[in-house]
């Protein structure tokens, strides 16, 4: 059944009362456009964050932490294969296509996965403060999100994000109760992702966002940004650790942290390759492909049993 | 309250399995999916076997930590958690009340044996791309007739 509209007007009408648009459905060419870039990014930064994860694999320490990186890795990859097929359904784009141009250096993907995991105390970092903005951007998305299919895969993606963050926090509760070098190595951590997993959130939404209008996002990134900023400054120093924000304090009258100016530079480097990461992880995930082209071949050629 | 006599006791640990959730999926519980196999009273204390959908599942810590924490909130004596060889989980075990919850609210469908599975949505038979998404126990299918890329959890 092919929904259609006979103007903009008419189609934000009808998202503006809840209504949610099916693949079949005649959507504005701007929708589709917009909502197919947001799901390709999204696809793009599970399957980059799912890479990361899968290197991390033999160097995790102890089979606890190893079993929850293998889940992990599973969960990423298998995310960014159902965000494939849901972004190719919408015709903009074939999957190949997609894959090709992320490896080509072409496709953004979020910028936390453009920086590198130095040290165990990276991954439990990532695992705690980034899983956690990426959830909390995820459930934004899902709560009033007009786009059927996505909405349906995100309801999934969120279960399973849930599960990682209590991983993280998993991880960050044992290395806190660990030795003086332990805590260190966190410290030194926090201060290479407490920024990037901050920026994820992005800079503070303009007020004629689309995605917003569209019911894709349904809040700003300012209010998400600041919820993460409430939750995680108090727990971290909770556990002992310092907040690397030199501007950082707490208003007595508004009854919240403030975190200070915030340098956009950075994420703006990696909307565009050019991190401090992107480069070897491009390269990683193209070299990847290349080597796994056999196995393409091969299913294309299989005699279906 | 706190139970105390030895029926009430398995009874009551019974019925606070029912209220833990698989870790991912919130709202189907672990009685549900068939993880528990078995609540016996040894020496005061409380012996549950659950069974693993997957050996080397990487939530079976955590599920064991919210089986101890909640079983032991409302009951005395400790509360042992074993993860037994044997039955090995089957599909089959999955209950109708799981199985509805995973069809209405994950759009997840079930796999008996080698049928085919039948799309949440619409009803129409599905076709598998990947053996595997993003669990060990779950493939990924394509509605044949809605297009919905569906997740399908099997032995």
Not at chain 1, 148 to 165: T, V
Request: net charge negative; with cysteine; proline share 5%.
């Amino acid at each position: 059944m092919t929904r259609e509209w006979k103007d903009m007007t008419a189609f934000e009408a009808f998202l503006d009362d809840g209504g949610i648009v099916e693949v079949d459905d005649d959507m504005p060419r701007e929708y589709r456009e917009a909502v197919f870039a947001f799901i390709e990014m999204h696809a793009n930064s599970e399957l980059m964050g799912g890479l990361t994860e899968r290197d991390w694999i033999p160097k995790t320490p102890g089979l606890r932490h190893k079993m929850s990186v293998l889940a992990k890795t599973q969960d990423e990859i298998g995310h960014g294969h159902l965000l494939y097929m849901v972004a190719a359904d919408m015709g903009i784009k074939t999957r190949r296509d997609m894959l090709e141009d992320l490896f080509a250096g072409k496709s953004r993907f979020h910028n936390v996965f453009h920086y590198q995991a130095v040290t165990w105390g990276d991954q439990v970092a990532i695992a705690f403060l980034v899983d956690a903005a990426a959830l909390a951007s995820q459930q934004a998305v899902f709560k009033n999100c007009s786009y059927g299919p996505y909405r349906r895969i995100l309801k999934r993606i969120i279960a399973e994000e849930g599960f990682h963050m209590r991983l993280g926090e998993d991880r960050m509760m044992r290395i806190a109760q660990g030795t003086d070098i332990q805590k260190r190595i966190f410290q030194d951590a926090l201060g290479r992702w407490f920024w990037p997993a901050l920026q994820l959130f992005g800079p503070d939404s303009k007020p004629d966002d689309v995605l917003l209008r569209w019911h894709i996002k349904s809040e700003r990134n300012e209010v998400l940004r600041d919820k993460w900023v409430q939750k995680f400054v108090p727990m971290l120093q909770s556990y002992g650790f310092s907040v690397p924000a030199p501007d950082l304090r707490y208003d007595d009258d508004a009854g919240r942290w403030d975190v200070g100016p915030i340098d956009w530079e950075p994420l703006k480097r990696t909307l565009a390759q050019g991190g401090p990461d992107s480069a070897r992880r491009i390269a990683d995930a193209r070299e990847n492909w290349e080597k796994t082209a056999w196995v393409r071949k091969a299913l294309d050629e299989a005699v279906p049993a | 309250m706190i139970a105390t006599t030895e029926s009430t006791l398995v009874r009551e640990a019974w019925s606070t399995l029912a209220t833990v959730d698989d870790p991912e999926y919130p709202g189907i519980s672990i009685v549900d999916l068939g993880l528990v196999e078995s609540v016996e009273l040894v020496g005061g204390d409380v012996h549950v076997g659950l069974i693993p959908t997957f050996s080397g599942c990487p939530a079976l810590a955590m599920i064991a930590d919210d089986v101890r924490e909640t079983v032991g909130s409302r009951v005395h004596g400790a509360v042992v958690v074993e993860w037994l060889r044997s039955p090995v989980w089957t599909i089959e075990r999955v209950s109708d009340v799981a199985r509805t919850a995973m069809a209405e609210e994950f759009t997840v469908a079930v796999q008996i044996g080698r049928t085919t599975p039948v799309c949440p949505r619409c009803g129409a038979p599905t076709e598998q791309q990947s053996m595997f998404g993003p669990n060990r126990c779950r493939s990924v299918h394509r509605c044949t007739g809605c297009n919905e890329a569906i997740e399908v959890m099997r032995s």
